[in-house]
């Protein structure tokens, strides 16, 4: 009985492989580093804080909008609604 090999085997084992050999990798360089985060970005303060001006402005309660009405008026379909 002949083997049969099917040609897309020998590509997924060679990814397989290049992905596996890649996170040891990432793992080997996450221990030697110590896993150290970079340190903390220093903050500066200031002695007091500022505000800035306040605007007020008054808006009316309701707005006027103009009403959207049809030219023509279609018929209801079959009949229905008549």
Known sequence: M????????RVKTYAA???GGAMVAMGVVSVLTGGAS??????????????????TVAY????????????DKAKPFGGSGS
């Open 17 to 19: 492989l290049v992905g």
């Open 38 to 55: 970079p340190a903390a970005p220093a903050v500066v303060s200031a002695p007091g804080m500022t505000l800035g001006d306040t605007a």
């Open 60 to 71: 009316s309660a309701t707005e006027q909008t103009s009403m959207a009405v049809p030219v």
């Open 2 to 9: 002949p083997v049969i090999r099917r040609p897309g085997k």
